[in-house]
């Protein structure tokens, strides 16, 4: 007799909880994370509480991934790309994770069919703020190309307790409150105290004859802290691999010093807990201005310890020899912050593994490559020999050493030039003496980079112009890039959907495709959607700045906007007196017609750095004024955004119009946010510094609104003597900003206030401003005119986007990977989950 029911339609499946992707799977999923990780019933379970059971069921669903890509990385015995950086700027992961793993729209509908919200939900995470701007951002993007390019990468740095502060203002001014990212638990990180190592500090060094009678040195220090990794997955986008971000946490070796503890010293005790914890409790929030702390040169050997020590532990594992070591891990030094592991390397290969120097140093050399970030000369890091003789006795030896036998080279290159050798020592003697800690970056590496075209030859010419003649065939420029990931598919949802629906979506692993998109620049009916598209976000952005300032703008204005730290050579205040100069205009002709404008800052200042504090004082005091002037009638708004970070970011780059990047040529060395966006759409008004030479160049002169002085040029004038006083005083327009912020008008009647920036503008001047100023002026002229062209700019805007392939940090990173660290893609086969059938 046939069966009742045809056996295909009883067949069920059941999944796996943790792994399961259909939605009733993922809805008990998040139920179970909610019942048992976080041990609540649903009716007491706050939205955190839900976040977290949902972080962890996705977290779940990636673990597959990530102990697949470690294991083939062990087995196969890969060369492995150790980005060392001081800094990952990661921003939240969740939403992030989804995409990357291509179950954004399962989760959401889970999640709702639960009854929750799932953009509730998300705004519950903390983001990670462990970075202060590009140099950290730029970590994080890179992390995510070598996922999704398959290549196999650690990123080594610290788990701070405390990240970047967060931003508040008050009556204008700039509050710093401390960033507890911490506090309600971080679902994405695994301790594996398992993998714990020692690192030392202090006391002194002594010398001693081993068994074969060879002089070998031991450091003995005064100080051991232990260092804790805290791994957290890098997921690729729609490929298997799942690459290590590995932060330290530094802690006492022992929880209590019972010795100290048994004779009644229960605080003496404790306070070496204390102390060493310290090291990796806080973040330094200054960007591009050396502190010159010895807590900071502690955070920068404490990680690269660890992170060497890591390495070295993973490469004996396989059975390998240190011989082999640099065909294994190709390290990369963000910036100079860890380049100390250049003396620790050969600490440890010399002092512990008991290899020659010759042989330790081939290895060194072979295995490092450093990128420099900045000219900034403020920004080179340099300590005094007594702070590093008395943290870093052993090293500052080695160092003496590697200066010795670089500076025999040197001599022998071009005898008799002291000048030279005085320029290329790792010793700066021309004062108080100091370690030069990018000279042991260039000596001790084999590739170094800059980060722009413009910036790369600046370089050479400049800060390591003597080292580029030394070594020319060490130096080579890339590009940075951003990671259209993050930067497109997650921040500008609709966007990607438009054009997913044009072109597909292969650009968003292959961004050079966007130029499909050229095609369209002459179909109304897309111009109109990418018009309107852009016109919905301004809106949401619009409602953003209303809950946090109470500002309400006008979504139909050009939304300018300037997103980046806040410091003198960005010239935030160029365009607040660009802000003033239309004020001006406007007070003095009531009816001209203007297009209207909506100004938008976002931006830390560094706490100690107090002109930057000022300029964010000006901001919100001229808008105090503008905003609520009945003369100006909604035709300019300017609103300072508090708290600009990742998360922040996210939804500020797809609304402008147009993208402020106006630094002095010459001072950034790329700028990545001007990559964010003009591939969100925005048109640049720029100077050509940095990347902002490579964008026009990519976009098209015709669609890029240049202004400003050349690096050369600033150059000659600086040469030649530039004094600010003669352009206001033969400017009028310039004179009528600068006189009324003098005035106290922006100032409630102070007229001291401002003064501190002010007469710096007048008396020093050291950015340009005041020789830029009309060229700025004149050209927002035309942006203004240009806007009135909508269709046209719509054009422009289109073809921005387009051709922005060559920003992709996949491109950056492929570059680096065949000109630096010499690997491949090892793609990554997931196993089945218990191979022996369990
Ligand atoms: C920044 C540069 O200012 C920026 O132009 C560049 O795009 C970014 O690095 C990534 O390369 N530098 C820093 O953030 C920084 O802290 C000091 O530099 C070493």
Known sequence: MASLIPSEKISIVVEDDRTGLSITTLKRAIADNLFYNQGKFPTIASKNDYYLALAYTVRDRLVHHWLNTVQTYLKQEVKVVCYLSAEFLMGPHLNNNLINLGIESRIRQAVEELGLDFQELVDQEEEPGLGNGGLGRLAACYLDSMATLEIPAIGYGIRYEFGIFDQEIRDGWQVEITDKWLQYGNPWEIARPEYSVQVNLGGHTETYVDRDGNYRVRWLPDRVIKGIPYDTPIVGYQVN????????????IESFNFQTFNIGNYYGAVNEKIYSENITKVLYPNDEQLQGKQLR????????????????????????????????????????????????????????????????????????????????PEALEKWSLELFNRLLPRHLEIIYEINRRFLDRVRIKYPQDNDKLARLSLIDETGARYVRMAHLACVGSHAINGVAELHTHLLQQTVLKDFYQLFPEKFSNKTNGVTPRRWMVLSNPRLTKLIC?????????????????????????????????????????????????????NPNSLFDIQAKRIHEYKRQHLNALHIITLYNCLKQNPNLDVIPRTFIFGGKAAPGYWMAKLMIKLINSVGEIVNQDPDICDRMKVVFFPDYNVTNAQPIYPAADLSEQISTAGKEASGT????????????????????????????????????LTAAEVQQLKTKGYNPRDYYNSNPQLKA??????????????????KPLTESLLNYDPYLLFADYQSYIDCQKKVSQAFRDRANWTKMSILNVARMGKFSSDRAIKEYCRDIWNVAPVPIELEDLCPDGQ
């Open 737 to 754: 900003a600068i006189d009324l912020i003098n005035s106290g008008f922006f100032s409630h009647g102070d007229t001291e206030l401002f």
């Open 673 to 708: 946010g001007n990559m964010k966006f003009s591939l969100n759409g925005a048109l640049t008004i720029g100077t050509l510094d940095g990347a902002n030479v490579e964008i026009r160049e990519e976009v098209g002169a015709e669609n890029f609104f240049l202004f400003g």
């Open 501 to 553: 629906s044009k072109i597909g979506d292969s650009w968003i692993k292959n961004l050079d495709e966007l130029r499909k998109l050229e095609q369209f620049v002459d179909d109304s009916a897309f111009c109109q959607q990418w018009q309107q598209i852009k016109q919905e976000v301004k809106q949401d952005l619009a409602i953003r700045i209303r809950q946090r300032t109470g500002i309400i703008v």
């Open 241 to 252: 691999t799942a690459n290590t971000l590995r932060l330290w946490k530094a802690e006492a």
């Open 297 to 376: 040169l502690e955070q920068q050997y404490f990680f690269v310890s660890c992170s060497l020590q890591d390495m070295i532990r993973l490469h004996l594992s396989t059975g390998n020899s240190l011989d082999t070591f640099d065909g294994k891990f190709a390290i990369q030094l963000n910036d100079t912050h860890p380049a100390i592991a250049i003396a620790e390397l050969m600490r440890l290969l010399i002092d512990e593994r008991f290899m020659d120097w010759e042989q330790a140093w081939s290895i060194t050399e072979k295995s490092f490559g450093y990128t420099n970030h900045t000219l900034l």
